[in-house]
């Protein structure tokens, strides 16, 4: 019986790790052994009853022995669980192209994995040769995937216009996920609009009865290799067209070594004002023409030809509007030049004596003190003049370059370059002296020896046939802080034995400098959202010791201040040209007294230069505009006043 009980309970304790280390929950095998058990229970009842309790503790012993070493050899390992993957969020497309007339075309974005938890992601459009408002309209928002979900989308509308125009395209991007990756192949896509307009099928015009004109029979010639030829002399080519908007003419005709000709346009209708370009027999450029003569919009040039071959000439529309059926003549004509004798015809424009000046290399040399009258009439056939100037400098001095008696047309504008040609941080220029004065004035306070480059050149480059009555003067003034003594009163010899050798050297003191009167405390405006942001680097005020000469008695000194106001835009903590705050109201006052000494605005660069202060004590800066103060000590301090980039909203209101 003992044997019998052994064997029953290790098949049933080996059926039960079987069953487990399977993973079945079918319980065949333990039902099984139980009903063996109960049939040979009904055969030996007697017989186990009959079995002393010691034999009966022995075999449970043996059972539970033999239970543990075969559960030890037969256990199953655990096995770790893998942590979950970040689903990566990505456009189900690179790319994707829609006819205009479908209303709103959709967008899928897709999660390569199923999430456990909720995953958002951004979505905006950028134009590319669409444009929102007028092509599509502008598409932004965000993307919610609960639990469970791989694919959402979302639409953007396209706008069906009547215009025939070429494919246009949309940029979409996403960006800023939550509880997910951006893919990195396919986290922008770009939607292509097909438009449906015909272009091909001219219809009759309510006026002439005759087909609108769109593509000429000069076409394709939009190049030089595919230049239209034509005869010098010959009949003008007309019903020439510019469509569709930005298309380019290009016509060629035979020229003569040492011939002159005449090229031009003709017979413009509204909505073409013609540009023309010629180009010689190598492809280089030998003159442009816009508009022949004020209030023209045809174009002409006259050249001569410097050897045998092919001349080319490029036409282009600068109205914006849609040019079709409007069309213009193009012509060349050959002709020879008079002989030229003495007479009282005015000579063509030339320009001034400093030409050329247009590069560094060749910048017109001026002095502390000269002035020089200049203009605007370009040289070597190129389109605009812009002068340059050098000016030899020593430290210590503040030199001013203004430009004066500017005539009715001319607007100059000023821009400072450094020894090395560079410009200088922050830029220094001026566009307009002050509001209604169209001359330009700049000051720098030298801080080395070498050149100084002055760069003037016209706010609206001129018409090359005008350009004779863009004219100015051109002045560079220095101004030293120097010293004047003031008469004191004159004291008897001392006595001898007292050290003394005459009487009292006289004090000097510094010329007063005169400004206007303003309110004692600017009224503070609050913008604090603008407010300049606290960082660690890189400090907002930086010395700069220079070699002045120390002041006598009084404790005076001159300072030198400048203040820059920038918008960091880019967060590099750096004042760039794009950058300066323009009109900024800044005032200057003594600190210790609190009396206003210089107030102004900053420049197209953010820049104020106070120039030369003479003070007692330290200065104090006040910008109302930020609710900005800074106190300043020492001899020469440039302030730079950041204002950091904010984050513009996701969604315009």
């Known amino acids: 019986m003992l044997q019998y009980l052994l064997c029953n309970s290790a098949l049933f304790i080996i059926s039960y790790r079987i069953s487990a280390t399977c993973g079945l929950l079918a319980p065949v095998p333990i039902v099984w052994v139980a009903h063996q058990g109960k049939n040979m229970e009904r055969n030996y009842r007697h017989r186990i009853i009959r079995l002393s309790s010691g034999v009966s503790v022995a075999a449970l012993a043996v059972i539970l022995f033999v239970a543990a070493q075969f559960g030890a050899s037969t256990s199953p390992s655990v096995q770790a669980l893998a942590p979950a993957a970040v689903p990566v969020v990505s456009f189900l497309s690179n790319s994707s192209t829609f006819n205009e007339n479908v209303g709103s075309a959709t967008?899928?974005?897709?999660?390569?994995?199923?999430?456990?938890?909720?995953?958002?992601?951004?979505?905006?459009?950028?134009?590319?040769?669409?444009?929102?408002?007028?092509?599509?309209?502008?598409?932004?928002?965000?993307?919610t995937f609960t639990p469970g979900i791989k694919q959402?989308?979302?639409?953007?509308?396209?706008?069906?216009?009547?215009?025939?125009?070429?494919?246009?395209?949309?940029?979409?991007?996403?960006r800023n996920p939550v509880n997910a990756v951006l893919s990195p192949d396919k986290s922008t896509s770009v939607l292509e609009i097909q438009d449906n307009d015909p272009t091909?099928?001219?219809?009759?015009?309510?006026?002439?009865?005759?087909?609108?004109?769109?593509?000429?029979?000069?076409?394709?010639?939009?190049?030089?290799?595919?230049?239209?030829?034509?005869?010098a002399n010959a009949a003008n080519l007309c019903s020439a067209t510019l469509w569709p908007i930005g298309d380019e003419d290009y016509f060629k005709f035979w020229g003569r070594a040492g011939s002159s000709y005449r090229i031009f346009t003709s017979n413009l209708v509204a909505g073409i004002d013609t540009s023309m370009t010629v180009y010689n027999t190598t492809g280089a450029v030998m003159a442009s023409n816009d508009d022949f003569e004020a209030g023209s919009r045809r174009s002409e040039l006259e050249i001569t030809a410097s050897a045998d071959g092919y001349y080319y000439a490029r036409i282009v529309n600068q109205d914006p509007t849609d040019p079709a059926n409007k069309t213009y003549c193009f012509g060349a004509a050959e002709f020879t030049k008079p002989t030229p004798t003495a007479t009282n015809t005015p000579e063509p424009p030339t320009g001034d004596d400093c030409e050329y000046n247009s590069t560094f290399a060749t910048a017109c040399l001026i002095g502390v003190g000269e002035t020089k009258s200049l203009n605007f009439v370009p040289s070597y056939g190129s389109q605009q003049d812009t002068d340059i100037f050098k000016l030899w400098m020593k430290p210590g001095i503040e030199y001013t370059c203004e430009t004066l008696s500017l005539s009715s047309v001319n607007d100059t504008n000023i821009i400072l370059y450094d020894a090395n040609t560079n410009p200088f941080n922050p830029p220094i220029g001026n566009d307009d002296k002050a509001p209604g004065d169209l001359g330009s004035k700049v000051s720098y306070f030298s801080t080395y020896t070498g050149w100084l480059y002055v760069m003037v050149g016209p706010v609206s480059p001129p018409p090359v046939s005008l350009a004779e009555l863009y004219t100015y003067d051109l002045a560079c003034t220095a101004l030293v802080a120097t010293s004047t003594p003031t008469a004191t009163p004159t004291f008897p010899p001392l006595p001898p034995g007292t050290g003394g050798t005459g009487g009292a050297a006289a004090t000097p003191t510094m010329t007063p400098v005169a400004f206007p009167t303003f309110p004692p405390t600017?009224?503070?405006?609050?913008?604090?959202?603008?407010?300049?942001?606290?960082?660690?680097?890189?400090?907002a005020v930086r010395f700069?010791?220079?070699?002045?000469?120390?002041?006598?008695?009084?404790?005076?000194?001159?300072?030198?201040?400048?203040?820059?106001?920038?918008?960091?835009?880019?967060?590099?903590?750096?004042?760039?040209?794009?950058?300066?705050?323009?009109?900024?109201?800044?005032a200057l006052y003594d600190n210790a007294t609190g009396q206003l000494l210089q107030f102004g605005h900053t420049n197209d660069s953010g820049l104020l230069n106070f120039g030369?202060?003479?003070?007692?004590?330290?200065?104090?800066?006040?910008?109302?505009?930020?609710?900005?103060?800074?106190?300043?000590?020492?001899?020469?301090?440039?302030?730079?006043?950041?204002?950091?980039?904010q984050p513009l909203p996701v969604i315009v209101p």
Do not use: K, W
């Open 200 to 231: 091909a099928t001219p219809t009759a015009t309510a006026t002439s009865g005759a087909p609108p004109v769109y593509v000429d029979v000069y076409e394709p010639n939009n190049a030089l290799s595919s230049a239209y030829a034509y005869s």
């Open 107 to 143: 967008v899928i974005v897709t999660l390569d994995v199923t999430s456990t938890s909720q995953v958002t992601v951004e979505y905006i459009s950028i134009d590319g040769t669409a444009t929102a408002g007028q092509d599509y309209q502008f598409a932004s928002g965000v993307l």
């Open 544 to 586: 700069q010791p220079l070699a002045t000469a120390t002041p006598v008695g009084g404790g005076q000194h001159s300072s030198e201040l400048r203040i820059t106001l920038y918008y960091d835009n880019n967060d590099n903590f750096q004042a760039e040209a794009h950058e300066g705050i323009v009109d900024v109201a800044v």
């Open 612 to 645: 030369s202060i003479e003070t007692i004590g330290a200065l104090r800066v006040e910008v109302p505009f930020l609710s900005y103060s800074q106190i300043v000590v020492g001899t020469s301090s440039h302030i730079l006043v950041r204002v950091a980039a």
């Open 152 to 174: 959402q989308n979302f639409s953007v509308t396209i706008v069906n216009d009547t215009t025939a125009e070429a494919r246009e395209t949309i940029n979409l991007v996403l």
């Open 522 to 539: 600017p009224t503070p405006i609050d913008l604090s959202q603008f407010s300049p942001q606290a960082t660690a680097t890189p400090p």
